[in-house]
């Protein structure tokens, strides 16, 4: 059974928390995200996007007002927020996006913006003119299998929330943009110079490196498509 919650020492080193103030956060929910990617309802609320004080504050804002999730109302404190997720609090007319700064650290940057970026995993026949595209995030979307020929695994697809209706395709290819969302330049965007089977070099506004092309999510085909 996994518990409600953990010690802030030893939370994911990608949290931006205050770490010897208190001593447990709240430990969020399974979810699509992996836990260094990902901090509960109450966590972004409170010590993210500091709209809450408290855990009290913040579980009265869930159940007496409404905070949505990629455009879906929830009101559990441990629900799951992580990389790349729009959380939306009509209330306060504010939309942030969670995002990875060149530190390392998710953040809450507020956005205008409701469309969100998924990298496709893999994709799956499911019938004669049905292919499911299964994405890093865990949201599948069904394409026929003619459009599916246009979209390759490594692709990233913009799609609006709550709907997920695709808005745009951005290919894995050399010039588009991207951002590394894990591993040692976790944070930096740049564009990619050149793809060599499980390298990618990227060159950013200071400097040049090479990643594996797994930590790679492509946001734009000359700029980033969402503000991150």
Same mark, same amino acid.
């Given at each position: 059974?996994?518990?409600?919650?953990?010690?802030?020492?030893?939370?994911?080193?990608?949290?931006?928390?205050?770490?010897?103030? %208190?001593?447990?956060?709240?430990?969020?929910?399974?979810?699509?995200?992996?836990?260094?990617?990902?901090?509960?309802?109450?966590?972004?609320?409170?010590?993210?996007?500091?709209?809450?004080?408290?855990?009290?504050?913040?579980?009265?804002?869930?159940?007496? $007002?409404?905070?949505?999730?990629?455009?879906?109302?929830?009101?559990?404190?441990?629900?799951?927020?992580?990389?790349?997720?729009?959380?939306?609090?009509?209330?306060?007319? $504010?939309? %942030?996006?969670?995002?990875?700064?060149?530190?390392?650290?998710?953040?809450?940057?507020? @956005?205008?913006?409701?469309? @969100?970026?998924?990298?496709?995993?893999?994709?799956?026949?499911?019938?004669?003119? /049905?292919?499911?595209?299964?994405?890093?995030?865990? *949201?599948?979307?069904?394409?026929?299998?003619?459009?599916?020929? /246009? %979209?390759?695994?490594? &692709?990233?697809?913009?799609?609006?929330?709550? &709907?997920?209706?695709?808005?745009?395709?951005?290919?894995?290819?050399?010039?588009?943009?991207?951002?590394? %969302?894990?591993?040692?330049?976790?944070?930096?965007?740049?564009?990619?110079?050149?793809?060599?089977?499980?390298?990618?070099?990227?060159?950013?506004?200071?400097?040049?490196?090479? @990643?594996?092309?797994?930590?790679? *999510?492509? @946001?734009?085909?000359?700029?980033?498509? *969402?503000?991150?």
């Amino acid at each position: 059974m996994t518990n409600n919650h953990l010690k802030r020492i030893k939370a994911p080193r990608t949290w931006k928390i205050l770490r010897k103030a %208190y001593k447990f956060i709240t430990r969020p929910n399974p979810g699509a995200h992996n836990l260094d990617l990902a901090v509960s309802l109450n966590t972004f609320l409170k010590e993210m996007a500091q709209v809450t004080h408290t855990t009290k504050d913040s579980k009265y804002l869930l159940t007496k $007002q409404e905070v949505q999730v990629n455009g879906n109302r929830k009101k559990d404190e441990k629900h799951q927020v992580g990389f790349l997720d729009i959380v939306s609090i009509p209330s306060l007319k $504010q939309n %942030y996006l969670v995002s990875i700064s060149e530190k390392g650290k998710l953040t809450a940057n507020e @956005t205008k913006n409701t469309n @969100t970026i998924i990298r496709i995993k893999n994709k799956t026949l499911l019938g004669k003119d /049905k292919v499911q595209l299964n994405t890093l995030r865990g *949201i599948n979307l069904l394409v026929t299998a003619k459009d599916a020929k /246009k %979209y390759k695994v490594g &692709d990233s697809l913009l799609i609006s929330v709550p &709907d997920q209706k695709i808005q745009g395709h951005f290919p894995r290819e050399k010039g588009a943009v991207a951002i590394i %969302y894990t591993g040692k330049h976790a944070g930096k965007q740049g564009q990619i110079l050149e793809i060599k089977e499980d390298i990618v070099k990227i060159k950013t506004k200071k400097e040049e490196f090479e @990643t594996l092309k797994e930590y790679v *999510i492509v @946001t734009g085909k000359d700029k980033p498509m *969402i503000e991150l």
